[in-house]
């Protein structure tokens, strides 16, 4: 059985392969996140979930190699991770009351396999008063968010309603992503086991 290996950082797509069971490794390297401009929300982020895994399978070609990146956008603007409470702020304050959407793209490299693929997730926000920004804001939990939120922590209690998935915003579309291990030949847990 090939291995899985996860090329992020990030707790909460390790927290979604753990939740179903998937056997995996994590593996990073340094990658430069800029993107050429043109692109839209789904290009950008399939092309920075492609550089990931590209950084680790082009040593590692016998292994399932997953990248992935995760965006919001609100009015064509991408919003990333805020670099200051003033920043965050002012995201909550756009995003309250408000749809956005999260784009996540993930790259998965096999050998000389690769499938590029994206999902978008509408997400409606309820008003937030100012009370609830500056809350939040000191839980300090916007801060490593796209978006200045996460949907999976405190950040739950902003959410009116999505339209998608949720492990999407969250970070990762487990289930495309394990039936997209299945397409490429993987075999094995979380559905098979040894008699």
Known sequence: MANIILSSTSPRRKQLLEQINLPFT???????????????????????????????????????????????VFENEI??????????????????GNTHSVYTGVSIHYKREKEIFYEKTLVTFWELTNEE??????????????????????????VRKIDGDYFSVVGLPVAKVYRQLRRMGYVGPPFSFSS
């Open 26 to 72: 994590i593996q990073t390297t340094q990658v430069n996140e800029s993107y050429p401009k043109h692109l839209s929300p789904k290009e950008v982020v399939m092309y920075l979930a492609n550089k990931k895994a590209e950084a680790i399978s082009s040593k590692q070609e016998d292994a399932f190699v997953i990248g992935a990146d995760t965006i919001v």
């Open 79 to 96: 919003l990333g991770k805020p670099e200051s409470s003033e920043e965050a702020r002012q995201v909550l304050k756009k995003l309250s």
């Open 133 to 158: 920004i500056e809350g939040y804001l000191h839980s300090g939990e916007p801060f490593d968010k796209a978006g200045s939120y996460g949907i999976q922590g405190i950040g739950a209690a902003f």
